[in-house]
């Protein structure tokens, strides 16, 4: 009777299978795609840009955002729904793109600002407005003085190169017109390069690297705003509403790569500075404050959400910091962080998240420290911006390494909140521990240390002075030798890195030469000693010309194994100091077994001394 019905009903298990498999496939498909709908996915976009060149605006005030993308081929092009809608040509390439209000008349268009090189072109209307100037830098008296000598025939030019050569020694910031003349060593390239510019006006112009606005009066999404603009030069720059005019100026200690504002201009603001030497500085009121926050490696991304300062690094790691310096909490990732965004939702209870972007193609939504959701994609994301877009309000803008173009949109039924993520420890906690059973000498023994602590304590005391003694004169007698890879001669500091790349039987000696001092080595002599049986150098000698103060240099050794074998052996490398018998700094370099060798040993004369 069973197999009557069989056959005319149909066998049920195989079609609940194939939906059940059809259930798990699409779990997993939700679940990769997070709280996101994909929504536009261009393969050939061609878009190559940066966070920084990347804005959403209402450029015709009729409630349909467009995109904005300064692209490094030197165009600005203007995205409308899923079509290109409008092109124009940059004159240089671009650090920077936003969009302000600069006053509240209707039609309320935003007006767009392209940072490029030194100057800040601003649209209207998607059409040429303004060009304005960054100030130029001002120039050392002591620079002015040699070219005022030269323009007016009062020194010679060799007295004149003498007293520049001089300056730059002293650590006088130079022009660009001054350290190209340095730069030149022909005596007639010189002179004509001299006369050619004598008469010219000294001026040094400086180029933007970031740029944001700071709201005037009140925070909206359509309200006035001026522009604040971090400079080559160590400077922050604030604009008026109309971006003609500078209101103010803060000198920093380094330069700024990275800004992030918040506040009013007329009321309170803040703005914080990620610079270049990998410290977070804060302005506020139009002053630098003395609070710094000192990072453990350099910034990749900066942003502000709910009172915090939000950092990510090129370690990384996320840190959050109060305005008062405090770290709050760290984040510690396994892939580094390409972009950060935040991501501010008005319409659910006014939350703010932050979105991370990995170079294994990871998209991460935090919510303060706790991930809410992980979105995979198939590329590296180069700029990331999300805010309303077409008629949308919640859109994620996507730039990626190949070019392409992607946008999602945010799920109207999405759960950021904590509670949304299984709270408490984790389940590896509640594995208890293996811990042995407390035996008879293990009683002995805690009991002798109760009675003897204070001799145990002076004889541990004793032995870690000894210790430290016995590590200091070691140390003392390293670098005195010039055997460590960190050397301090008199107010000379110099730091060596030696690695050999290379299978055999031609290798690479890489030398990575550093002057961690303050002041410029002139005519460094590095040797070579090795096994002349084994291995064979061009030249067992080398001179460096010059090791400027904070740069890395770079030099590549050809070496050739010349053994029948392939044998391995130990090259030395020391940088000798003119004036001594002992050498400045040595490394050892282990070189590697020669796995490629010619089938006839090369002749011990092949190359001259």
């Known amino acids: 009777m069973s197999d009557i019905a069989s056959s005319l009903f149909g066998n049920p298990a195989p079609q609940q299978q194939h939906l059940s498999h059809r259930e798990e496939l699409r ?46 081929d030197k165009k600005l092009k203007v995205y409308k729904g899923t079509s290109l809608m409008n092109e124009i040509a940059l004159l240089d390439y671009p650090s920077g793109l936003t969009c302000f209000y600069p006053d509240t008349n209707k039609p309320q268009t935003p007006s767009v600002a392209v940072a490029a ?13 303004y060009k304005f100037t960054l100030p130029p830098v001002e120039i050392d008296p002591v620079e002015q003085d040699i070219w005022g000598a030269l323009r007016a025939g009062k020194s010679t030019y060799t007295t004149a190169l003498e007293m520049l050569t001089a300056a730059r020694e002293y650590g006088t910031p130079l022009s660009a017109r001054s350290l190209n003349l340095l730069a030149l060593k ?38 006035v705003s001026c522009l604040v603009v971090g400079t080559e030069n160590k400077q922050i720059i604030i604009l008026d509403s109309s971006g003609t005019n500078v209101l103010k100026k803060v000198d920093l ?8 504002t918040e506040g009013t201009l007329e009321v309170e603001y803040r703005i914080c500075v990620a610079a270049r030497n990998g410290n977070i500085y804060t302005i506020k009121k139009g002053k630098l404050l003395s609070t710094v926050i000192e990072l453990e490696s350099h910034c990749v991304g900066l942003t ?29 990732l396994n892939e580094p962080i390409s972009n950060i965004e935040m991501m501010h939702l008005k319409n659910i209870k006014n939350l703010r998240c932050l979105l991370v972007a990995m170079t294994n193609g990871e998209i991460r939504l935090y919510n303060k420290k ?6 995979k994609t198939s590329d590296v994301v180069t700029a990331m911006r999300f805010g309303p877009y077409g008629r949308e309000d919640s859109c994620l803008i996507l730039v990626f390494k190949s070019g392409a173009l992607s946008i999602k949109i945010l799920q109207r039924q999405a759960k950021l909140d904590v509670s949304a993520v299984a709270p408490g420890p984790p389940p590896e906690q509640d594995i208890p521990l293996n811990i042995p059973k407390k035996t008879k000498l293990y009683i002995e023994q805690t009991q002798r240390e109760r009675d003897q602590s204070i001799d145990m304590h002076r004889l541990f005391q004793r032995d870690l002075c000894k210790l430290r003694l016995t590590t200091a004169r070691s140390f003392v007698k390293v670098i005195s030798d010039g055997q460590s890879p960190l050397s301090i001669v008199g107010s000379t500091s110099l730091r060596l890195d030696a690695k050999v790349a290379g299978l055999g039987p031609h290798f690479k000696l890489k030398l990575n030469i550093k ?18 049986q ?39 490398v020391y940088i000798c100091n003119p004036n001594s018998v002992i050498p400045v700094i040595s490394a050892i370099v282990n070189m590697p077994m020669s796995e490629l060798r010619g089938d006839a040993p090369v002749p011990s004369n092949r190359y001259p001394d």
């Not at 800040?120 to 040429?128: D, F, K, T």
């Not at 200690?253 to 992030?260: G, K, N, Q, W, Y």
Request: proline share 5%.
């Open 117 to 129: 090189g030194s100057y800040i072109y601003i649209y209207r209307n998607l059409r040429p407005y």
């Open 370 to 375: 706790h991930l809410i959701s992980t979105t």
């Open 27 to 72: 779990e997993e498909k939700r679940r990769l795609q997070g709280p996101w709908l994909h929504a536009w996915h261009d393969v050939v976009a061609n878009v190559k840009a940066y966070s920084q060149c990347v804005a959403l605006a209402d450029t015709s005030d009729d409630g349909e955002y467009r995109l904005l993308v300064a692209d490094s």
């Open 186 to 223: 022909d005596v007639t390239e010189q002179t004509q390069y001299i006369d050619a510019h004598k008469q010219l006006p000294l001026v040094q112009l400086t180029v933007v690297t970031c740029m944001e606005i700071l709201y005037k009066s009140t925070v909206g999404e359509k309200c």
């Open 534 to 572: 084994i291995y064979l150098l061009k030249t067992t000698l080398t001179k460096v010309p010059v090791l400027v103060p904070g740069i890395e240099y770079n030099h590549e050794i050809d070496v050739e194994n010349i053994d029948a074998n392939g044998a391995a052996d130990s090259i030395r």
């Open 253 to 260: 200690p380094a330069v700024p790569v990275f800004i992030t």
């Open 304 to 332: 502000i959400i709910e009172k915090q300062i939000v950092a990510a690094c090129m370690d990384n790691s996320i840190h959050s910091f109060h305005f008062k310096g405090k770290k709050n909490y760290s984040i510690f």
């Open 515 to 532: 002057n961690t001092g303050k002041n410029p080595v002139l005519d460094i002599p590095v040797t070579f000693v090795y096994n002349h």
